[in-house]
């Protein structure tokens, strides 16, 4: 299988999945013509949209792409239905579209029908694990949100975090500011940096990698919880998540 990260919009990504016959899925289209011009440049046969939630700058595209593949199939969460998807998908649903099997994944908490599509090693989460950082609560609870984190944290180490936003760079700077003396942090952050300085994209990732400087995946760190004022193991950690994520909508 290989992977297309097509930037568009500010610091969205849409990505394609392609199989060895160049046929592809498409995750996210937030717009139309990027995707249209990668396909018709590399000989690519699009067979199916997914979508991981109804927010405009993941679904911005589907009208287009139906326009001029009009008989391509969309999956997606019962609230992408008014965005163009037809097919309706839930928890462990299994997506089989030629070679491509995927397993929907529901992770509310971004909004209430987020969902992620998992084909190991690909996961395809949208906005609810970035590198480096989590999304914001605009529909779910801190503790949907903190379930659906550590249902990806679960899954094999190698999995491959293919999220949506190139969000990166001010993520780990949150990070840095959290834990400020973790050595591992500090250097991925100056990776990261440097990255960015040369224009180059910093996802996907692995979950390996976010289990080691993704602070929203080690809410259990006592130097972490007593770095944003939490007594260490005095109360869940869903509740160390509440405090972490509202600490980063400040930052």
Request: aromatic share 8%; hydrophobic share 40%; charged share 20%.
């Amino acid at each position: 299988m290989e992977l297309i990260r097509i930037p568009v919009l500010s610091d969205n990504y849409i990505w394609l999945l392609c199989d060895e016959s160049k046929h592809c899925v498409i995750i996210d289209p937030a717009e139309s013509q990027p995707v249209i011009d990668i396909l018709a440049a590399n000989q690519i046969i699009p067979v199916a949209i997914l979508l991981t939630h109804h927010h405009y700058d993941h679904v911005g595209g589907v009208a287009g792409l139906l326009k001029k593949y009009p008989d391509l199939p969309v999956y997606g969460p019962e609230e992408t239905q008014t965005k163009g998807a037809i097919h309706i998908v839930h928890e462990n649903d299994v997506i089989n579209v030629r070679d491509f099997s995927f397993k929907v994944i529901a992770l509310p908490g971004h909004t209430l029908g987020h969902i992620a599509f998992y084909q190991a090693p690909h996961l395809f989460c949208g906005d609810t694990l970035f590198s480096g950082g989590c999304g914001r609560l605009f529909e779910g609870t801190a503790e949907q949100m903190f379930a659906s984190i550590e249902k990806i944290s679960s899954l094999p180490d190698d999995t491959l975090i293919c999220c949506a936003h190139e969000y990166t760079a001010s993520n780990m700077a949150f990070a840095k500011a959290v834990l400020p003396d973790n050595q591992t942090i500090l250097d991925y952050y100056h990776k990261i940096i440097q990255l960015r300085a040369n224009n180059q994209a910093t996802v996907p990732t692995t979950l390996q990698i976010e289990k080691k400087i993704n602070v929203f995946l080690n809410c259990h760190d006592i130097d972490l919880q007593k770095n944003i004022g939490i007594k260490p193991n005095s109360i869940p950690l869903s509740s160390v998540f509440q405090q972490l994520r509202a600490y980063k909508d400040r930052f």
